[in-house]
């Protein structure tokens, strides 16, 4: 599929219905998560989405129990995001990657976020 010459994603439907109220289900899923996130954060991590969401089945997501919403928050965690990222350099990196990440974040307002949750930075650029 392509419009104006470039490629589009292939869960964007245009000109086209999903197949399923699943398909629609995992779409707005997907729009949602992609909500100040960077587009390809999301469709990198998006097979893990599925697989933690039952492939987007409406039946199986509106039988989640309690166990099964503990188990998603338990494995999302944003400390272990941020863990997994090199904070080299009083976290230059990691501060780039926040503020291409989510729309709203500017790198001082980024830096302090990081300070905030208890991440060892120099917001102030002294000792």
Known sequence: MQEQGRQMPKWWYQKRRPKSDNVYFENMRRV?????????VVDK????????????NIQEVAAFTDAD??????????QKYLDNMDKSENYSKVIRVLI????W?????????L???????NVWGHE
């Open 105 to 113: 974040l500017g790198a001082p307002s980024a830096g302090v976020f």
């Open 32 to 40: 949602i998560f992609q909500a100040g996130l960077n587009w390809q």
């Open 69 to 78: 919403l503990a188990r998603l928050l338990k494995d999302g965690s944003f």
């Open 100 to 103: 291409n990440n989510f729309k």
């Open 115 to 121: 300070y905030t949750v208890g991440e060892d930075i």
């Open 45 to 56: 991590k998006w097979p893990s989405l599925k697989e933690a969401f039952c492939n987007f």
